[in-house]
């Protein structure tokens, strides 16, 4: 009996399978591409660039190889490339740049930022222990607003442009897409995939509240589009795996090919070099991100003495930003 492929993805949340927007692209383009799989969740190192990564025979597709997950399972896993024949449209090449830019800037700043981390906790962090889901939390939005050069004299500069272009996205998007069914030629693409990915999450992990997703609501076809993928390829879909397994380690597919190489034999080979560094490495995660908490915590006290040691001096100094 051949062995069933896998997509191991962040956990489910919000009433969907996945609240990655990048493990919700991959589970959306193989539905479209009819390529039958089960559904496997990852719940340790919510951090790695390698997840969602997709297991077929002795060969893995990770999402940080090439163009990202979609790329890898249409050039090497071999998935249909739903793309052909409409990916040198310039209207295609324009709308992917703004599906990868501006909205994919605007989720990320609103799930880190705009709703201070709440639904972006429930999706990436929440299986960790506390300290470390916050720490790593806190680490992301200092990232975001390094990406965006966020400061506390520009944000509500920075924040007006983020949602300004997201606006401008949505009325080039609702325009394209019309009262079709697909965004191109009335048939799925991986845009479409990517950007219901985006919609899911605007609509069902933002909350009611959220500048984005009121924005969104906005255009009455693309919440109809989102809202039909919802009913017919998630709600109405049988369960992808009976009893779905929890990965616990990027590496549990030790044993099988880096997905650039030809698939390998069934019969065991010997670990390379650079798999048994990265399980080594994946061990000590846990272990690394305590030392950092504390590490953190400690300079965060020492931070506090320092101020309390400079407001009892005379005061002739301002160090306000």
Same mark, same amino acid.
């Given at each position: 009996?051949?062995?069933?492929?896998?997509?191991?993805?962040?956990?489910?949340?919000?009433?969907?399978?996945?609240?990655?927007?990048?493990?919700?692209?991959?589970?959306?383009?193989?539905?479209?591409?009819?390529?039958?799989?089960?559904?496997?969740?990852?719940?340790?190192?919510?951090?790695?660039?390698?997840?969602?990564?997709?297991?077929?025979?002795?060969?893995?597709?990770?999402?940080?190889?090439?163009?990202?997950?979609?790329?890898?399972?249409?050039?090497?896993?071999?998935?249909?490339?739903?793309?052909?024949?409409?990916?040198?449209?310039?209207?295609?090449?324009?709308?992917?740049?703004?599906?990868?830019?501006?909205?994919?800037?605007?989720?990320?700043?609103?799930?880190?930022?705009?709703?201070?981390?709440?639904?972006?906790?429930?999706?990436?962090?929440?299986?960790?222990?506390?300290?470390?889901?916050?720490?790593?939390?806190?680490?992301?939005?200092?990232?975001?607003?390094?990406?965006?050069?966020?400061?506390?004299?520009?944000?509500?500069?920075?924040?007006?442009?983020?949602?300004?272009?997201?606006?401008?996205?949505?009325?080039?998007?609702?325009?394209?897409?019309?009262?079709?069914?697909?965004?191109?030629?009335?048939?799925?693409?991986?845009?479409?995939?990517?950007?219901?990915?985006?919609?899911?999450?605007?609509?069902?992990?933002?909350?009611?509240?959220?500048?984005?997703?009121?924005?969104?609501?906005?255009?009455?076809?693309?919440?109809?589009?989102?809202?039909?993928?919802?009913?017919?390829?998630?709600?109405?879909?049988?369960?992808?795996?009976?009893?779905?397994?929890?990965?616990?380690?990027?590496?549990?597919?030790?044993?099988?090919?880096? &997905? &650039?190489?030809?698939?390998?034999?069934?019969?065991?080979?010997?670990?390379?070099?650079?798999?048994?560094?990265?399980?080594?490495?994946?061990?000590?995660?846990?272990?690394?991100?305590?030392?950092?908490?504390?590490?953190?915590?400690?300079?965060?006290?020492?931070?506090?003495?320092?101020?309390?040691?400079?407001?009892?001096?005379?005061?002739?100094?301002?160090?306000?930003?």
């Amino acid at each position: 009996m051949a062995e069933l492929n896998t997509l191991v993805v962040r956990k489910p949340c919000f009433g969907l399978p996945t609240g990655c927007t990048q493990s919700l692209s991959a589970y959306i383009y193989l539905k479209f591409a009819q390529i039958p799989f089960q559904l496997d969740f990852h719940l340790n190192n919510p951090h790695s660039d390698q997840i969602p990564y997709f297991e077929v025979d002795d060969s893995v597709a990770y999402n940080n190889e090439k163009e990202g997950i979609i790329e890898c399972l249409k050039k090497d896993v071999g998935v249909v490339d739903l793309d052909s024949g409409v990916s040198s449209l310039p209207e295609w090449i324009s709308t992917k740049a703004i599906l990868t830019t501006w909205l994919a800037d605007a989720l990320a700043y609103e799930l880190w930022l705009g709703c201070e981390g709440s639904s972006a906790y429930s999706i990436y962090y929440s299986d960790l222990p506390w300290p470390l889901g916050k720490i790593l939390s806190w680490k992301k939005a200092i990232w975001v607003k390094l990406k965006h050069g966020i400061t506390n004299d520009n944000a509500e500069v920075k924040k007006e442009e983020i949602y300004e272009r997201a606006k401008s996205a949505y009325e080039a998007l609702s325009s394209c897409l019309g009262e079709q069914n697909y965004l191109f030629e009335n048939r799925p693409s991986s845009l479409d995939a990517i950007f219901l990915a985006h919609g899911l999450v605007v609509l069902h992990a933002l909350p009611e509240s959220s500048m984005l997703r009121i924005k969104f609501s906005e255009h009455a076809n693309l919440v109809r589009y989102v809202q039909q993928c919802k009913t017919e390829l998630i709600d109405a879909a049988p369960s992808p795996s009976s009893a779905p397994q929890f990965h616990t380690d990027a590496t549990s597919s030790a044993s099988k090919s880096h &997905s &650039s190489s030809k698939p390998k034999s069934k019969p065991k080979r010997e670990k390379t070099q650079e798999e048994k560094t990265f399980k080594r490495k994946a061990k000590y995660f846990v272990v690394a991100q305590l030392v950092a908490v504390v590490v953190f915590l400690t300079l965060m006290t020492s931070f506090d003495d320092a101020e309390v040691e400079l407001d009892d001096d005379d005061g002739s100094y301002d160090y306000d930003e």
